[in-house]
């Protein structure tokens, strides 16, 4: 997959979880959970969708990686 | 699977928890002990926060760390308990100067910031009541609990305040004054900066005087029907908050704690607040949400010695690996334990293999507030079962009906729960819910709502709800609510909302609709209804899951159903269906 697809994939699993979460105008290196106000079940929601699409398991660990959507999109194209 | 009892044996050298024996102290346990404990007022009469921090800052305590508060960007500050008395001092006489009364209410609607410790210690030293809201809560939660509860004064942040607060303020006539506790240049209108309010203002401030009795603490709970129940607690609750912290928590005088519930729940602020800081321990507050690796760095670098978590963090950290764990020191740590829900055997298993210490289920609810049934330090666990009930607490497994209740002696029969009154800490009423309060009394005993066993040998196993509400991460959720919000989309003809098991949160909230005449089902309009929801209900309360249906089952009376709902959902037998509407 390359990064539009996987940006395009990540922006649709959102909008099934969190759909009042707009996009559109962001830079995309907002906190996903700060900024938008998503819990930590949302943001685990999220994780278990992109490794149920993608096959991309994001550990623990590098959570940090994936704060923001560059971050994961960056993380999973990388992977995915 | 059945599991092991895990048993407790006293190493050598050990000092050993505060009660070596369950039993011996069951039998000679007596309330009056537990308040001779704590000091009272110098003149006579009993507060929450004098107990807190003035008693310990008046004898010798007052430069031992009190609070020490970690942000989101891991900056630190530390209080002690001298610095606490006194902050607390100068919230109260900026709440006097704003003419704020005794028994009127201060909410906060906030993250765990300093501000919020000590805005709740200076309201309860005002004599004003604290209620403490969950900062993640949308609008609609919001102007329910801060309006039926007559909320005067709204401690909050700017953000909060613009986003969900400031369009509901003409809905709000009982609220005076808004405090922003992230307060810079810009204030929003008609609003207050916390800092300002603190400084040095050179207000005496004598502290109002308080009895027992008088009200200091409302909690709201979710009801299965109708509006959030807002429990109220007495200043008297802090001889159970006290006594309770030592024998389920084992709280040791340098004892290093961290509970990670926000006091926006019950928890955050019995075990969060009170009990900690009567007890004269340390505690650790983290602003942060989960993040499992953050979580191991905090026990490790802080040395906390006493964790106090729930059961979806731990099943989080499960999900992370034992591996994780092992790259952290927590020697320190010598004691767990978790409420909110039910924790799993695995859970407390993994605990013993994954953090060399098993994990201390225990049970309570907004309405006893404070631990009722609990795994102890000294006495073995039986993985799965909350424990036993505490010293001062009667509990028993009972039916009922309307006006007699029935004790079970069979061990390993199902009925409801039940505490005897008595303790210092069951809440005084709902408020202005009288009717209702008085129902969940009968023959003597308070009925919990909770369905329970008993096994042979005194432990308490859970059950399930008697009633339909949803515990989600450990928080209550009444489907009323979810399904009231729903119902003000044009879309929703019906909605009826179920618990559906989820391996993380334990329950998560599932809507199903019935859709208006001329709207289409379809994956567009299910995310118009999430969005919808989660806006005005907030991401912990609003459904993760919503499924639009042809028809939502109904008795002929026209009560939805859940149990059916929730029967069909996990592909269980339907039971009795003799009342369904068109059912055969």
Request: glycine share 10%.
């Amino acid at each position: 997959m390359n990064p539009q697809q996987v940006r395009a994939l990540i922006v649709d699993i959102i909008a099934d979880v969190a759909p009042e979460v707009d996009l559109s105008d962001a830079s995309g290196d907002e906190h996903l959970q700060d900024h938008y106000g998503l819990d930590s079940m949302d943001a685990l929601t999220i994780l278990e969708k992109i490794a149920e699409e993608t096959d991309v398991d994001i550990p623990e660990t590098d959570y940090d990686q994936v704060e923001s959507l560059n971050g994961l999109t960056n993380y999973v194209a990388q992977r995915a | 699977m059945t599991y092991e009892r895990i048993r407790k044996e006293k190493s050598p050298g050990d000092t050993g928890p505060i009660m070596p024996d369950y039993e011996a102290l069951y039998g000679e346990f007596q309330w009056g002990d537990a308040r001779q404990m704590l000091d009272g007022l110098p003149d006579g009469g009993l507060n929450i926060a004098f107990e807190c921090v003035d008693r310990h800052a008046k004898s010798g305590r007052a430069d031992h760390p009190a609070l020490r508060w970690i942000g989101t960007g891991d900056e630190r500050r530390e209080y002690t308990y001298g610095e606490l008395a006194e902050l607390s001092d100068r919230f109260g006489a900026a709440l006097q100067g704003l003419g704020v009364k005794k028994g009127e209410s201060l909410f906060s609607l906030c993250g765990r910031v300093p501000p919020l410790y000590i805005a709740a210690l200076g309201t309860l030293k005002n004599g004003s009541i604290f209620c403490p809201l969950f900062a993640a809560f949308g609008p609609e939660p919001i102007r329910q609990r801060l309006g039926g509860g007559g909320g005067k004064v709204l401690l909050t942040t700017h953000r909060i305040y613009r986003q969900k607060v400031a369009g509901l303020r003409d809905e709000l006539p009982d609220l005076e004054h808004v405090i922003i506790v992230d307060d810079g240049d810009d204030l929003p209108e008609d609003t207050i900066g916390f800092s300002g309010l603190v400084e040095r203002n050179g207000r005496e401030f004598s502290m109002e005087p308080t009895e027992s009795e008088d009200l200091a603490l409302l909690h709201f709970t979710s009801g299965t029907t109708g509006a959030p129940k807002g429990v109220m607690h007495v200043h008297e609750a802090v001889v159970a908050h006290h006594i309770t912290g030592k024998i389920a928590l084992d709280f040791q005088d340098d004892d290093i704690f961290w509970c990670t519930a926000d006091p926006g729940w019950v928890t955050g602020t019995s075990y969060g607040i009170i009990s900690p800081l009567s007890n004269g321990l340390t505690m650790v507050v983290d602003q942060a949400e989960f993040n499992a690796e953050r979580w191991y760095r905090i026990l490790q670098d802080e040395e906390v010695t006493v964790w106090y978590t729930a059961p979806t963090a731990i099943r989080m950290l499960m999900k992370a690996g034992a591996e994780l764990a092992g790259d952290y020191d927590l020697s320190r740590l010598r004691f767990i334990a978790s409420v909110g829900e039910p924790l799993n055997p695995e859970a407390v298993v993994w605990g013993q293999e994954a953090l060399g210490l098993p994990i201390h289920d225990n049970w309570w609810q907004s309405e006893t507030g404070g631990i009722m049934i609990s795994n102890y330090a000294s006495m073995d666990i039986k993985p799965g079962s909350m424990g036993r009930p505490l010293p001062g607490v009667q509990a028993a497994v009972v039916e009922h009906t309307d006006d007699t209740v029935e004790i079970i002696e069979e061990p390993g029969e199902e009925g409801e729960l039940a505490l005897r009154p008595g303790w210092p800490s069951i809440f005084r009423g709902y408020l202005d819910m009288e009717e209702r309060y008085r129902r969940c009394f009968v023959d003597g005993w308070y009925l919990t709502g909770d369905m329970a066993r008993v096994d042979e040998d005194g432990y308490f196993f859970f059950v399930g709800r008697t009633d339909d509400l949803i515990k989600s991460a450990g928080h209550l959720i009444g489907p009323f609510e979810v399904e009231s919000t729903l119902l003000e989309h044009e879309a929703v003809a019906q909605a009826a909302v179920i618990g559906k098991p989820h391996p993380t949160a334990g329950e998560m909230v599932k809507a199903f609709v019935e859709l208006s005449t001329g709207f289409e089902a379809g994956r567009a309009l299910q995310r118009e209804l999430k969005g919808f929801a989660r806006t005005r209900l907030g991401p912990a309360v609003a459904p993760r899951e919503i499924e639009i249906v042809d028809e939502i089952p109904r008795t002929r009376s026209g009560k939805i159903m859940r149990r059916l709902l929730k029967a069909r959902e996990l592909g269980e037998p339907e039971g009795d269906i003799s009342t369904l509407e068109g059912g055969q």
